[in-house]
């Protein structure tokens, strides 16, 4: 090509480039349907009801999403900096990063990425100082990397493992056998499987399973029912799998089983939505004509099983403990008043109990941050884990005869280094450190409290690079969760590093809804209590604002599934408090959330609108409710997937074309819909590194930021 046609070749790509980011933006036009539901007699209109549908059976839903797709990467594509933006976040993402390993059967077992690869490899050693072999590579198992390995089983001996393989970011699992020694895939193939593990027998020849009748309609949007529990022996088909445990009375249970290290007992733990309140059934593997032990029998407490010695077994409760202890039960009088608490309750929270080495291994949050003690049986301290800092220690898995034990720590400025332990004598040494072009000691991990409204006192971690100024003009980027009893703590995230690099600041606020301070917490952010949840993160923005850290037209939030719903509340309920929002697969519906999936498993934390009181709660805050016509709401990058089956799109489809309508500022509403991918496990390096750079360079164009070069 001559060269002045090269000249205005680029001239032209430039005039685009800057119409498209210059001028208002011309959504699709998205067609309205005469729909409204009456809730305890109040009209609700629902015009936008039509893109509940799949779009992989709705043609009219295909070209909404084709047009959405095409505006919103036209503007992003546009965005000067977002190449740069992409290739320091590959360069930073390419470092090897390894799971935590642990010991079966006398073999040595993590995960490991060698940087860029789209999913991790499975490897096995037969000692720490072996040379690993591959077991399983789901980088093979696609082309486009969105098959992925999602869930491990080890036979006791370590012989055969059950894995199961998601594909496109599907909540479907569906599970195989491979034998250890030869690298071969057997025969073996459970099909419709969902939120479940798999629990071996003794004798390794076969495993406990749960999984749900084959769908009769949309695979990846009908409700999930009558989960029950199976038993499949190596070498037969599935047909033939047997039935242990079915209420088909009860089609909204949850039933999960666990064998006990020893073989001899599987625990069987039954729930109804998220909430961690249990019954507990326990059946004698050694006695074939043993009937089904009932433990619990009530919906008031958590049970979780951590172990046991013989017929006494170890859960962690909060019966009487909103912060957890520990207690045991034996089978041999299994009354609740012999019930014998072994690990009070204390003033920090319980969030995870292994039993290793014959000892109890505590993993406790104070004020978000781990504390990690190790317990004898009898109750008393044997030593304190020195971690080291303010971070997140996790694992500590093991067997009860063996010591040996693994775990992890990191921060927000600190790359996760694994460690080998001995719960017996203390003895630490370091397997791993990531490798990553972070110096801990070039950025501030400050953790503040803040007051939300009602006067309640939250904590927030703020990160950012050493020597920053307070002088109001920062990019901040605020995270919050704020629900299900799921908390928020130090850890490390290589997207977020490259943010604060790039000269913003990240704060992380734990709000009400999570587990950070045990059940009362997590209650006081829930159903009617909901709105407290985004208070305390109005709260940590105002506080952000005042204490010089940014302003309105600097800080953007962030936050995915109940984090996306977070976003899209305080967004339309106070949107001159933010530059910019990326509510990501956000549950934006709340009067319809449960005709979906998962979608009743939330009953639970958010309640129904088939309840009035709850309904009422619901209407007052539900994203896509709320959003009123005329009013200049932030920048928005919604980000979904249409293989998300967990937080089906349509929440994301509505919430969007709601608020591109009612849009009166310049700023965009746009949304990004990922094809072949979900709710986000699994998700391919590669669409991960495309989708964060395409958040950054938004916020990069809408909140005025400059980048340095690094």
């Not at 495993?207 to 409700?223: C, M, N, Q």
């Not at 242990?244 to 599987?266: F, H, K």
């Not at 009617?528 to 923005?541: C, G, M, S, T, W």
């Amino acid at each position: 090509m001559p060269f002045r046609r090269v000249i205005l070749a680029v001239l032209a790509l430039f005039v685009i480039q800057s119409a498209l980011l210059a001028g208002p933006i011309e959504y699709p036009k998205t067609k309205k349907v005469d729909q409204t539901d009456n809730y305890h007699g109040t009209q609700v209109p629902d015009p936008y009801r039509w893109l509940e549908n799949d779009v992989r059976s709705s043609p009219e839903v295909a070209d909404w999403v084709t047009a959405e797709n095409k505006v919103t990467f036209g503007y992003l594509g546009a965005i000067p900096e977002r190449d740069a933006i992409k290739d320091r976040l590959t360069k930073l993402w390419n470092y090897e990063k390894y799971t935590i390993p642990f010991k079966r059967g006398g073999r040595y077992f993590y995960s490991k990425n060698d940087g860029l690869q789209n999913q991790s490899v499975f490897y096995t050693m037969n000692s720490l100082t072996d040379t690993p072999r591959v077991l399983l590579d789901p980088n093979t198992w696609s082309k486009d990397g969105t098959v992925a390995l999602s869930g491990l089983s080890i036979s006791d001996d370590a012989k055969l493992i059950a894995y199961s393989v998601n594909d496109a970011g599907s909540d479907w699992q569906t599970w195989h056998v491979i034998d250890v020694d030869t690298g071969k895939v057997l025969t073996d193939e459970i099909k419709w499987a969902k939120f479940t593990g798999a629990s071996w027998t003794k004798d390794g020849k076969g495993f406990f399973y749960s999984r749900y009748p084959e769908p009769t309609g949309d695979k990846f949007h009908s409700l999930n029912r009558n989960q029950t529990l199976y038993y499949h022996r190596i070498g037969t088909p599935q047909s033939a799998d047997v039935v242990v445990y079915a209420r088909p009375d009860q089609p909204e249970w949850s039933i999960n089983g666990d064998v006990t290290e020893d073989g001899r007992y599987l625990i069987l733990t039954m729930s109804k939505g998220t909430a961690e309140k249990y019954q507990i059934v326990v059946k004698d593997l050694g006695e074939p004509y043993a009937m089904m032990q009932t433990l619990v029998d009530d919906w008031n407490n958590e049970y979780s099983y951590i172990g046991n010695d013989g017929p006494v077994l170890y859960f962690k409760t909060d019966l009487s403990a909103p912060r957890h202890r520990v207690i045991a039960i034996d089978l041999r009088n299994p009354k609740r008043d012999a019930w014998k608490e072994v690990i009070p309750q204390s003033d920090a929270t319980l969030v995870d109990v292994d039993y290793v080495g014959h000892h109890l291994v505590t993993e406790w949050l104070r004020d978000a941050k781990s504390e990690v003690k190790i317990y004898n049986l009898d109750g008393t301290v044997a030593r304190t884990v020195d971690l080291g800092g303010i971070g997140t220690a996790a694992g500590f898995g093991g067997r009860t005869d063996d010591p040996e034990t693994f775990y992890s720590f990191a921060s927000y400025a600190t790359p996760p280094t694994i460690y080998r332990y001995n719960v017996e004598t203390g003895e630490r040494s370091q397997l791993f450190r990531a490798k990553v072009n972070v110096n801990p000691d070039d950025y501030v991990v400050r953790q503040v409290f803040f007051t939300s409204k009602d006067g309640t006192k939250v904590p927030m971690f703020i990160t950012h690079k050493k020597g920053m100024k307070l002088d109001g003009n920062n990019p901040t980027l605020l995270y919050a969760y704020g629900g299900f009893n799921i908390s928020q703590t130090p850890s490390f995230s290589i997207s977020r590093m490259a943010w604060i690099q790039m000269g913003g600041v990240y704060a992380v606020a734990n709000l009400r809804g999570g587990g950070e301070y045990g059940e009362d917490w997590h209650m006081a952010g829930t159903k009617l209590h909901k709105q407290n949840v985004f208070d305390d993160f109005i709260a940590a923005a105002e506080w952000l604002e005042k204490n010089g850290y940014t302003k309105p037209a600097k800080l953007a939030i962030a936050g995915g599934s109940n984090g996306g719903l977070l976003v899209g509340a305080v967004e339309t309920q106070r949107p001159e408090l933010f530059g910019a929002a990326l509510p990501a697969v956000g549950v934006m519906d709340m009067l319809r959330f449960n005709k979906f999936t998962a979608g009743r498993f939330w009953v639970d934390d958010y309640g129904s609108s088939e309840n009035a009181d709850e309904f009422k709660a619901l209407y007052a805050y539900s994203p896509y409710h709320n959003i009123k016509k005329g009013t200049k709401y932030p920048a928005t990058l919604i980000t979904t997937a249409d293989t998300d089956d967990r937080v089906v799109p349509g929440h994301s489809f509505k919430f969007a074309a709601a608020i591109q309508e009612a849009q009166a500022a310049p700023a965009p509403v746009l949304i990004r819909i990922e094809t072949r991918a979900g709710h986000g496990a699994g998700k391919p390096t590669s669409k991960q590194i495309e989708e964060i750079a395409d958040q950054y360079a938004f916020l990069v164009k809408n909140l005025g930021m400059k980048v340095k070069a690094q």
